[in-house]
């Protein structure tokens, strides 16, 4: 089959590869029929990630129909259409039964490895993103196998269209999520998004969806901030304007209830924190560069929640802990549980509040994923979403 | 503690509580693959190889001691069953070949190495079905050593939690042989990944796995 395949920092190529197979009698192959590719994915192309291998199949976001399933596998059949949320869970650990599925306890095999690199307890597995989440092969390719296919998948029933159901895979969810840890009180909170990357514009939308009084979008490219303002958010442009003094304007001089930072680890920025932060990156003494997560804390209003769907590595510093601390800050973080969020976003789809497909910018099939993962980083061509049609 | 001291430590952790060289390989593969990135992780927080040997725990009179502890979602006396079943240990802990089980108290342990097998007669010490099992080598063994399973319930319904201890007296002698090549192997890793390996084996039933599946190396698997 044809596959995506991480060739190196700054290279991905599409390869011929075997086909997946079953390895346990609990896992399912699917045959793709649309996949993405995730502003995380980005990591991966910048070789900031640890314990990628030349070779690794990538790609976390997909869907496509069921083709074989294993002699333990319950609740699939061949030829059901299914969504696969990108992280792997269990379903039996106390983390999954408490509905935390990316905390699962068994499903990456190499928990060893992230205990050595974080220092501290592995979360699941996760398809396509290291082998330190698991080296699970991932689904930007023709088949994929799905492993506890149990509990992950789940079927998609209706006529909805690849494009609007594909997304909750992960970023409808981790932009919901994002929005839901902030305990939004409907009607007077007041969210900044730092981000207007694709989970940032579902946060935006999400925390609408849950209330919010007014959303404020934080963003330096233009075609962001107008799919932004389309919701009906303000933005800010970082680049024009400070940030910090706009927020205050925008809200009174309060700052805003809830800061989401959906940028993570990559962020850019200026100033001699940020400089400080890529050259520290560069020079692997550090995973992470916190601009945004910096801005999130100086600007959040007193008593407020700084909610963070984006992804951090490592260890970071120079965080304004004094502020958070003199306001009293809640931080909420962490890989989403996408398990727990699909049945009530897809019926939100179904009930027409939501239609996901609005983030999707490019269409392409994986022969031109590489140049496109490219498009993608640099934020050419009005590049938002990308989704890829493995047929094509 | 000396470089030959560590690596002793270290390969008789591996001789008494492994986990098998095949998984360590992966591990130090990748590990070394992004030695920048590790590197800093370990400066950042402290944890060189060398800060990790020096955590080894003593007891006062020299014994190291490794201790370890999970929570199994499963009742203690399925738990306790599990590990009073001696002869069945060495699917949980890979570095054992074998355990004879000699008698309603004793028991002969073998574990491989380069100069053959090494092996030694334990005897149950303490045994609470469902909450404590402890075994000792008897006297003259080649390795001294000492262990014990406590499994007790986890509060909030969340199964069991099982804690072990392990002790053992660094000899010299046989063991030394088998020192040069296993060096390296850290007593603690090895049980937390037999413990995982329990606890997966138990809420699971299988250990969950990649060996096999397709990529863009050569040989990978999968079909064509
Ligand atoms: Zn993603
Ligand atoms: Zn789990």
Known sequence: ?392 | MPVAERSMVGTLGLALMGAGLRSARPLQKIVLGSVGAGLAAMAATGRNPLATALKIRQTPSGDVLVGDAVTIGVPADELYARWRDLASLPQLMTHLQRVEVLDERRSRWTVSAPTGEVSWEAEITTDEPGQRLGWQSVPGATIDNAGEVQFRPAPGGRGTEVIVHLTYRPPGGTAGAVLARLAGEEPAQQLRDDLMRFKREQELGFAPTTDGQSSGRANAGGSA
């Open chain 1, 1 to 392: 089959m044809k596959a995506i395949v991480w060739q190196g920092a700054n290279h991905v190529g599409v390869e011929t590869v075997p086909d997946p197979t079953l390895l346990l009698p609990s896992d399912a192959i699917v045959r793709i029929t649309s996949t993405a590719i995730c502003g995380s994915d980005l990591h991966l192309l910048d070789g900031v990630i640890p314990s990628m291998d030349r070779g690794d199949i990538l790609g976390h976001e997909f869907m496509g129909e069921v083709v074989e399933v294993g002699r333990d596998v319950k609740t699939l059949r061949v030829g059901d259409r299914v969504v696969v949320p990108f992280n792997i869970a269990c379903g039996v650990c106390d983390p999954c039964r408490r509905g935390l599925f990316s905390a699962c306890d068994n499903s990456n095999p190499n928990h060893r490895m992230a205990e050595a690199l974080y220092g501290a307890v592995s979360g699941g597995g996760l398809f396509g993103y290291s082998h330190m989440y698991g080296g699970y092969a991932g689904g930007q390719a023709q088949y994929v196998r799905v492993p506890f296919a149990d509990v992950g998948p789940h079927k998609i029933e209706s006529d909805l269209r690849d494009e609007q159901v594909l997304f909750l895979t992960d970023i409808f969810p981790t932009g919901y999520q994002a929005a839901e840890n902030c305990g939004i009180v409907p009607g007077r909170d007041v969210v900044a998004v730092f981000g207007a990357g694709p989970v940032g514009q579902f946060a935006a939308r999400s925390a609408q969806m849950l209330g919010a009084a007014h959303v404020i979008v934080i963003d330096r490219v233009p075609e962001r901030l107008a799919m932004a303002q389309t919701a009906g958010c303000q933005t800010i442009n970082y680049e024009q304007d400070d940030v910090l003094v706009a927020l205050r304007e925008a809200t009174g001089g309060r700052g805003p209830d809830h800061v989401i930072d959906a940028v993570g680890m990559e962020a850019h920025g200026h100033g001699p924190g940020a400089l400080v932060d890529t050259a520290k990156q560069r020079l692997k003494l550090s995973f992470d560069r916190i601009t945004a997560l910096r801005w999130a804390i100086l600007s959040c209003a007193k008593g407020g929640t700084v909610s963070m769907p984006g992804v951090y590595g490592g260890l970071i510093d120079k965080l304004p802990m004094g502020a958070a601390f003199a306001k009293g800050l809640t931080f909420k973080m962490g890989q989403t549980h996408t398990q727990r969020h699909i049945g009530p976003l897809l019926g939100r789809i179904e009930a027409g509040e939501i239609d996901p497909s609005f983030v999707i910018t490019h269409r392409a099939s994986l022969d031109q994923a590489p140049e496109l993962y490219k498009t993608f980083r640099n934020k050419h061509d009005g590049c938002i979403k990308v989704v890829l049609d493995p047929w094509a």
